[in-house]
């Protein structure tokens, strides 16, 4: 479907810097990321996109998993300080440009990002809050924090894609500080939801059902099904393990071993798949849904960078999709696809 999707290219060819990663490091060891930094400035990027919706995906999405979170953020954020919705874009361009002429100025910076949560453009919203935790965190400044506080309440925002999530994440570690560096002043969004609704539905069946197959199976197939559940179980610790004791988690991620057992976690295995009573329809229809959402991110991250005319790309995200992305970019004319 993908390659009858793109199967006449786009006109232009974009390269692109593929990166897996941990979207919470608090339980890992201090991490070493010089060397993905320096992959990052040797590739010279002109853009970068994050798991993120777009603010105008996120207009017409009804509900998916964040969706509430989301909802309550801007509800809390409108009664701090309300622009109408007519004026924001006008104000996020003034703002852009009045900082971009004081960069310095954080209170700016905070007014910037609130606009741009007000906007629904998470994305943004959280590379200018960053900035401003990133110079606290360097630079004590009570009347600044207070004005944060006040303005963004980042203490209140703790749940879904939210600015505590934020701190640990790999936009705190990575993208960030990488598209300061390049003097990068907006994050592009590429995440696509339109199936998590149809997704949780067959992930719900599927759990439901394959608690009674291992149940009823495990008395008449044990060997056999308890080997590939220890594979799984084994693959989890490895995980665990690399996690808590690897300096360098995140390229190990980026590993076909990491691969292999973050995809377990969802779709355990294929050998699993015929045993009697085993609830194939339901896993493939989640495998069917988990790809539909790959293949729009895919699709949005080339649309946009052509809509920019960005030839040389990075793309930060969750460590299991990297494979299935990869694998996509690989099918689709004018597009080379980098790893780690």
């Keep these: ?20 990663a941990s979207h919470d490091y608090r339980k890992s060891k201090d991490q070493n990321f010089s060397n993905i930094h320096q992959r990052i400035r040797a590739f010279k ?14 207009a017409t999405l009804m509900d998916y998993w964040c969706k509430t979170d989301n909802l309550k953020r801007l509800k809390k954020l409108r009664s701090n300080r309300h622009i109408p919705l007519d004026k924001i874009t006008r104000v996020i361009d003034s703002l852009k440009v009045i900082s971009e002429r004081d960069n310095d100025n954080f209170y700016l910076k905070s007014d910037l990002a609130h606009a741009y949560y007000l906007a629904q453009d998470a994305a943004n919203g959280h590379y200018l809050y960053w900035q401003v935790y990133d110079h606290l965190n360097k630079s004590a400044d009570s009347k600044l924090e207070k004005y944060v506080d006040s303005l963004l309440c980042p203490k209140q925002d703790v749940s879904g894609r939210s600015m505590k999530r934020l701190a640990t994440s790999e936009y705190a570690f990575i993208a960030f500080p990488m598209m300061k560096e390049f003097g990068l002043t907006e994050m592009l969004s590429m995440d696509c939801q339109d199936y998590d609704l149809n997704w949780t539905a067959s992930a719900i069946a599927f759990h439901n059902k394959f608690e009674v197959f291992q149940k009823d199976s495990l008395a008449t197939a044990y060997k056999a099904i308890a080997a590939l559940l220890e594979k799984r179980d084994k693959g989890f610790k490895k995980y665990q393990e690399m996690e808590r004791s690897s300096n360098v988690f995140t390229e190990w991620l980026n590993t076909d071993e990491a691969a292999d057992i973050l995809a377990s ?5 294929n050998e699993l798949y015929n045993f009697k009573n085993f609830p194939k329809e339901e896993i493939l229809s989640q495998i069917h849904w988990w790809k539909k959402r790959n293949e729009g991110m895919c699709m949005n991250i080339v649309n946009r960078a052509n809509e920019i005319h960005a030839k040389r790309v990075v793309v930060m995200v969750g460590a299991n999709h990297r494979k299935f992305m990869q694998e996509i970019f690989q099918k689709i004319p004018d597009i080379e696809v980098l790893t780690l």
């Design 265 to 269: 976690g969802d779709f355990y295995f």
């Design 45 to 58: 990027p002109s853009a970068f996109f994050g798991e993120f919706v777009s603010p105008e995906d996120e």
């Design 1 to 20: 479907m993908v390659l009858g999707i793109f199967a006449n290219g786009f006109g232009q060819k974009v390269k692109i810097l593929l990166i897996g």
